[in-house]
Nanobody, 122 residues
């Protein structure tokens, strides 16, 4: 069992930055692929970024490439999402998730956090 708790969301102006954190608990948390997903009001949940358990591979949605960076610190059981050059269309609830294999598909993730709101004003 893995528990996930996100933090770092908030209100920021367009062009600004935020760093989200996802703290994982559980003995095997550091062995899981971790992903970030987001869901805006009235829209389906969409993939944002993912990172392999050892940090050796990462993937990003085209909409965030070059602006967002996913990283992890296994010693702290924490995954980060650095978000730069934020746009109003990035406004959403951001959730982290964990799974035992490498995937960008939400359906493949076993554990989910509650999410943190990110609002980007124009």
């Amino acid at each position: 069992q893995v528990q996930l708790v996100e933090s770092g969301g908030g209100l920021v102006q367009a062009g600004g930055s935020l760093r989200l954190s996802c703290a994982a608990s559980g003995r095997t948390a550091s062995t899981y692929t971790m992903g970030w997903f987001r869901q805006a009001p009235g829209k389906e949940r969409e993939f944002v970024a993912t990172i392999r358990w050892n940090g050796g591979s990462t993937d990003y949605a085209d909409s965030v490439k070059g602006r967002f960076t996913i990283s992890r610190d296994n010693a702290k059981n924490t995954v980060y999402l650095q978000m730069n050059s934020l746009k109003p269309e990035d406004t959403a609830v951001y959730s982290c998730a964990a799974t035992s294999y490498y995937t960008t598909k939400a359906v493949g993730y076993l554990y989910w956090g509650q999410g943190t709101q990110v609002t980007v004003s124009s």
